[in-house]
């Protein structure tokens, strides 16, 4: 039986000793071993270029990610597990609120609902 040729980076891949169910699998613990992979993976950049998942509609493992439909699913959290640093280190958007800008904010919504409150009695 004749295998295909192989680039030289995906030679290199973590993943190429892993079966095709495990790096194509749409569910997060199916696919764990292949998401270990990539995280110590030295072509896993030349992996999403050749794959191009977003472009190709791509299900299962592809640098680091899970793919379903061409779109990265975000992996799901247990209950109490704690978040993960790279998600933690990302700005809070209501952080650059300054005080008076949050009370001007809090006053406009008590007004909006004392006029709401206030037309329904009459």
């Known amino acids: 039986m004749h295998k295909p040729d192989t680039s030289p980076w995906q030679a290199a891949a973590a993943c190429a000793g892993l079966?095709?169910?495990?790096?194509?699998?749409?569910?997060?613990?199916?696919?764990?071993?292949?998401?270990?992979?990539?995280?110590?993976?030295?072509?896993?950049?030349?992996?999403?270029?050749?794959?191009?998942?977003?472009?190709?509609?791509?299900?299962?493992?592809?640098?680091?990610?899970?793919?379903?439909?061409?779109?990265p699913v975000r992996p799901r959290r247990r209950r109490g597990e704690p978040v993960p640093a790279d998600a933690a280190a990302q700005p809070d958007p209501t952080a650059a609120l300054s005080d008076a800008t949050a009370l001007d904010a809090a006053g406009a919504a008590l007004a909006t609902l004392a006029t709401l409150a206030g037309g329904d009695r009459g």
């Open 19 to 71: 079966s095709p169910s495990v790096v194509f699998s749409r569910r997060g613990k199916e696919a764990a071993p292949a998401l270990r992979a990539c995280a110590v993976c030295p072509v896993s950049r030349e992996c999403e270029t050749a794959v191009a998942p977003a472009e190709s509609w791509f299900d299962g493992v592809c640098a680091g990610r899970l793919w379903r439909n061409g779109r």
